[in-house]
């Protein structure tokens, strides 16, 4: 999934260098702060880990093919947020430079999708999803999750940041399907290795992490390994996090909308394919048709763009479509969702409250 | 030379050869000087290079098939029309061996320590170049543990690669020794008084030879990307 000098521009491999620099120099101060002495020699040692991980290729199942791990995740939980994200990009720059994995223009867009997005955006939620407690299968399998979700972000943004360069004529919506389609694939079998190796740690079935010793006073990453970071005042807090989100959801909201395609979707495409025209003739006085009234008056800016926008008038479309309305609709789009989430998660997290497991 | 001067020019040639328009095909060889004096000057094996392309390529080259058949508005070279896709195409493919070869080229020449020396010199935390050393020296190491842990499976008469369950428990195994490894060297290392940052040996001086390197590669950078001497060439389109 690494992306390669060809596919980018300057501007956004020089935007996600700049990005990216900016969390790894506040990752190292916050490291410098939490643990003075204690994380290089263990983030060192175990971002070696990665490279030799990826020596014990797997047998994929059902393909034919072998695979072997990626192991962004696995860093981040075991060594926390910060000391991960530095691994992961030392583990980057290594095979960028040593293994033209990668390009080095692109080393700044490399390091958000497989570092940044595991470890500050990921891995901080999944206290979250293995906080029922000190159930073993918990955090494998919120290790699992989370790995797939981290490999999805990551793919997702390998598409916007190749369609903003603008290197290749692929349209939006195909290089986004067969990006996510695949890697929703390859994701699965990193989330279960990745989960099936969480649990194993945790279910204390390694040798070394039972030394009694190391469980008194073992480091914190190891403490980490078999739990999960629960720690408090690790990682970013709540308030923080949803920060980054909200930031990220409104860039996505404001910038992505432009490149929403003018061209008919597949669906609609395809309708058009067997009917001969764009949309089915709407039932006049069904309960489709009044339904479709009360939708019309709801959205209040249906179609992505306010109504007659200039692009109707001109007549030509051009993409990316650089609109004011297309971009308040992704806004809009972007904090109504995030509430939702919000007030769901509100909602769910009354249910059942976190049980501290530290 | 100087590793600051080698990574700042060869980042500078990454910039402008990013900016070439997608369907810049004429104007490409120059570029390729730049990995091809990297060559010369580290006498790299040009089949050592080939090999390690072969391995990069195929991404791009699915990248750029479908190019011919996405953009198909007609344009006129000196053999008849043809797509404009296959502009594009043969653009992608070409900045991808030009920026993946002097990508190769200059790991071949800069060993890690010297890559620490240049990243600390332009800048770079001292953590991450910290981290570098540290991945560097540890890197064969646990290597080593990886092929002890695959030989015990083959050893058990396991044929092939194991399945996804076995692959874990020795992952799992593998991870145990490391952090195992890394704990012991962290105590070690904290006893001989490391205070989180590894001690760098100072950098040598930025000589004149070296200025006059850098500044060489950034004109000629310049003259690609300011003077376009190819344009209005035949084949270079807009």
């Known amino acids: 999934m690494h992306m390669s000098d060809a596919l980018i521009s300057p501007a956004v491999g020089g935007g996600f260098w700049v990005v990216s620099t900016g969390a790894i120099v506040y990752a190292a101060t916050r490291l410098r702060k939490e643990s003075p002495a204690g994380a290089p020699a263990i983030a060192g040692v175990l971002a070696g880990f990665v490279f030799a991980a990826q020596m014990i290729n797997f047998a994929v199942p059902g393909t034919g093919s072998s695979g072997h791990l990626g192991g962004g995740m696995l860093l981040a939980i075991v060594l926390g947020p910060w000391a991960g994200l530095i691994a992961v990009a030392s583990v980057l720059m290594v095979q960028a430079l040593f293994f033209a994995d990668g390009g080095l223009l692109a080393l700044g867009c490399n390091i958000f999708n497989l570092g940044v997005i595991p470890s500050l955006l990921v891995a901080p939620l999944l206290p979250v999803l293995s906080a029922s407690g000190r159930d073993s299968q918990q955090p494998g399998l919120a290790g699992g999750v989370g790995a797939w979700f981290a490999l999805m972000i990551g793919a997702f943004m390998v598409t916007i940041q190749t369609l903003l360069s603008e290197k290749t004529a692929l349209p939006f919506s195909l290089f986004a399907t067969a990006m996510l389609g695949i890697h929703a694939a390859i994701g699965v079998v990193e989330g279960v290795v990745t989960a099936l190796v969480v649990a194993y740690v945790a279910r204390g079935r390694v040798a070394e992490m039972r030394h009694p010793w190391r469980r008194r006073h073992g480091l914190a990453s190891c403490r980490r390994a078999a739990s999960i970071p629960v720690l408090p005042g690790e990682g970013p807090t709540a308030p923080r996090l949803a920060a980054v989100f909200m930031v990220i959801a409104i860039m996505l909201g404001t910038t992505v909308s432009w490149f929403a395609s003018t061209q008919p979707d597949g669906l609609e495409w395809a309708i058009e394919r067997i009917h001969g025209e764009a949309e089915l003739a709407a039932d006049e006085a069904g309960i489709a048709a009044r339904l479709g009234r009360l939708q019309e008056r709801a959205s209040f800016l249906p179609d992505y763009a306010f109504p007659a926008s200039a692009e109707e008038e001109s007549g030509a479309e051009s993409w990316p479509v650089v609109d004011a309305g297309r971009s308040l609709s992704g806004l809009s789009g972007a904090l109504i969702t995030i509430s939702l989430v919000f007030v769901v998660a509100g909602l769910l997290m009354r249910r059942r409250p976190i049980a501290p497991t530290a | 030379v100087d590793p600051r001067a080698l990574l700042l020019a060869t980042l500078a040639l990454l910039v402008a050869l990013a900016a070439e328009s997608r369907h810049a095909v004429v104007s490409l060889p120059p570029f390729a000087l730049f990995p091809l004096h990297l060559v010369v000057l580290g006498r790299i094996r040009l089949g050592l290079l080939g090999r390690r392309m072969l391995v990069a390529l195929p991404f791009l080259a699915i990248m750029a ?161 300011l003077m376009r001497p190819f344009d209005g060439m035949i084949g270079r389109i807009p």
Do not use: K, N
């Open chain 2, 65 to 225: 098939l479908p190019a011919p058949l996405l953009e198909t508005q007609r344009v006129p070279t000196p053999w008849g029309e043809c797509a404009l896709g296959w502009f594009t195409g043969a653009s992608l493919l070409g900045r991808g061996v030009i920026a993946i070869s002097a990508a190769l080229a200059l790991s071949t020449i800069l060993d890690i320590p010297r890559l620490g020396a240049g990243l600390r010199g332009l800048g770079c935390p001292a953590a991450l170049v910290t981290q570098l050393s540290l991945l560097e020296r540890y890197l064969l190491l646990l290597g080593d543990e990886a092929t002890r842990i695959r030989q015990a499976a083959r050893l058990r008469a396991l044929a092939g690669a194991p399945g996804l369950r076995l692959a874990a428990a020795m992952l799992a195994a593998l991870l145990g020794r490391s952090i195992d490894r890394a704990e012991r060297i962290h105590l070690a290392m904290l006893q001989r008084g490391f205070t989180g940052l590894l001690p760098h040996p100072p950098l040598a001086p930025f000589r004149r030879a070296d200025a006059v390197y850098l500044a060489g590669w950034l004109g000629f950078v310049a003259v690609l990307v």
